[in-house]
């Protein structure tokens, strides 16, 4: 961000309004488990810029969770509206919780507390969560409930992600997965590379990882290596994704003694041979220890910040293309906007609209940003941000706050 807005001859305080979160919002949850003991939990919501609309984040349920992953969350949310031309602002919420270890009963009191806490600064024109990291649709369908009751009044708007019976919108569940795999199109025509010919290595087999595997082996692509946080799995030949998809949901989330592909570490899975390497786990995967060993052609980042900057400009060195994150996992953000404006109108379009639009707002961005980043030879990440600072830095000046 920085760097764009150096090469954008930013003024220092359109930087310094844009480098921080605007607001934060920090909350003690107390929770009654189900043996009647009483638990602490930590929450925290951010709204880093509203500038272009209201705030928009989902809410991630971790234990490593902390204010600076949620800082660090809200301010790519900030820019990822922005390259969409999404009419919203970037906002991010969390817990500091290990959901594994929490009932159902548990989740839910647990999900009414955290909008309890954070219901005043929300609303679908102020700050809309919807779900991340270990929060399902059920989570952001307890929290409607909760906000609706404090309330009084229906307002689905306030929370994306929600289940269709509550007004969640057709297509919402895999729209991440789906938003990556046109930005994946987009990226093969650009470069000559051919989807059903291409090798693919993903990190990361949960809703995005999972999602983008099932899809490219329904595009006839040949995924040769896989991981979870249990193990790596690796086949030349590819990997029956239907049947290991299975594996997984009935193994606890464990790729684990899949019968069809060798166990690999997550080292040996990010060297592999292939064309496209798709990080889908979590942040801060891909370092500078472990850049250099990567042979992929084109990284396509999924995951929120899984390449860090020193391993950044490894890949600008060993001329491996990065399609950044803010552009290629924006397809949930962008289904959620379109459940808002259903909400909205209160009138509800088939899937067939919903991939319409998502289709063309994914490819429009795809095609900007990659013009950028041609005509002024710069990365594609640097080619995002100085259309997505721009365009923030631009709403701030007009309303006067800079
Ligand atoms: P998830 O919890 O459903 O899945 C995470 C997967 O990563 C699991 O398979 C887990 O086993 C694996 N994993 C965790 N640590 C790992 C490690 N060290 N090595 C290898 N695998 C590991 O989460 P998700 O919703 O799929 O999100 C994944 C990433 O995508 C996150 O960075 C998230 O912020 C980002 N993202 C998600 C969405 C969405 O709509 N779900 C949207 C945009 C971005």
């Not at 790519?76 to 817990?95: E, N, Q, S």
């Not at 009191?109 to 909008?115: E, F, T």
């Amino acid at each position: 961000m920085d760097r764009a807005c150096q090469d954008l001859g930013m003024r220092d305080e359109v930087r310094e309004l844009l480098r921080r979160p605007m607001r934060e919002y920090h909350a003690l949850l107390p929770l009654q488990m189900d043996n009647g003991q009483r638990r602490v939990y930590e929450a925290y919501r951010v709204q880093y810029n509203n500038a272009r609309g209201p705030t928009k984040g989902g809410i991630r349920w971790h234990a490593n969770e902390n204010i600076d992953t949620v800082r660090a969350l809200a301010c790519w949310m900030t820019w990822k509206t922005a390259v969409l031309d999404l009419p919203l602002g970037g906002g991010k919420g969390g817990i500091t919780c290990n959901p594994r270890e929490l009932s159902d009963t548990e989740k839910e009191r647990l999900a009414r507390n955290y909008m309890r806490a954070f219901a005043p600064i929300m609303s679908a024109n102020i700050d809309i969560p919807a779900p991340d990291v270990h929060t399902t649709p059920q989570i952001m369908a307890w929290m409607l409930d909760e906000y609706e009751t404090i309330t009084g009044r229906h307002e689905p708007g306030v929370i994306t992600g929600k289940p269709i019976s509550l007004g969640g919108s057709a297509g919402r569940s895999d729209a991440t997965s789906l938003g990556g795999l046109i930005i994946i199109q987009e990226i093969d025509d650009a470069l000559g590379l051919k989807l059903n010919k291409a090798r693919y290595v993903i990190q990361g087999f949960g809703n995005v990882g999972g999602g983008i595997a099932k899809l490219l082996h329904e595009h006839g692509g040949r995924v040769v290596g896989i991981s979870a946080e249990d193990t790596g799995l690796y086949n030349a030949k590819g990997i029956d994704i239907p049947k290991v998809l299975a594996h997984y949901d009935s193994h606890a989330q464990r790729l684990g003694g899949f019968d069809g592909a060798d166990e690999i570490s997550n080292a040996e899975l990010l060297a592999l041979d292939c064309d496209i390497l798709v990080p889908a786990a979590i942040e801060n995967a891909l370092t500078r220890s472990n850049s250099e060993a990567v042979s992929a052609k084109v990284i396509v980042e999924l995951a929120n910040g899984p390449i860090t900057p020193a391993a950044d400009k490894t890949f600008q060195d060993k001329g491996i293309t990065v399609v950044p994150d803010i552009l290629a996992n924006a397809g949930g953000v962008t289904v959620s906007y379109l459940e808002q404006v259903q909400n909205a109108h209160n009138y509800y379009w088939p899937i067939s609209e919903v991939h319409k639009q998502l289709n063309q707002r994914m490819s429009g961005a795809f095609q900007s940003l990659w013009q950028l980043s041609q005509e002024r030879k710069i990365s594609m990440r640097d080619a995002a941000y100085q259309i997505s600072v721009e365009r923030v830095a631009k709403a701030c000046e007009i309303r006067g706050w800079v």
